[in-house]
């Protein structure tokens, strides 16, 4: 059974700092093209950044300088630090591995809340 536990989000200040970790059991990370995707109030879930086999990032305009995805394969496990944070920032934050032919799961979601 697959599951993607996300951890690390909690409530932080303007300006401030978290890392999100998702640890995955049930399938190898490496083989799987890892995304963190957010859904903030009211709006739809969009993709955050994404890190595939290859260890190629991307990451959405409004994020790229402040946000950092990595990936530690001997942990099993997808990292996305974040800094500078801002209040449009705030939202669920979810993990996802998928894979080219369709195969994707998704963590729980952790609440990020960036207060000014």
């Known amino acids: 059974q697959v599951q993607l536990v996300e951890s690390g989000g909690g409530l932080v200040q303007t300006g401030g700092s978290l890392r999100l970790s998702c640890a995955a059991s049930g399938l190898i990370f490496s083989s799987y093209y890892a995304s963190w995707y957010r859904q903030g109030p009211g709006k739809q879930r969009e993709l955050v950044a994404g890190?595939?086999?290859?260890?190629?990032?991307y990451y959405r305009d409004s994020v790229k300088g402040r946000f950092t995805i990595s990936r530690d394969n001997d942990k099993n496990t997808v990292y996305l630090q974040m800094s500078s944070l801002k209040s449009e920032d705030t939202a669920v934050y979810y993990c996802?591995?998928?894979?080219?032919?369709?195969?994707?799961?998704w963590g729980q979601g952790t609440q990020v809340t960036v207060s000014s």
């Open positions: 996802h591995a998928g894979t080219l032919s369709s195969e994707a799961y």
């Open positions: 890190i595939s086999y290859d260890d190629t990032t």
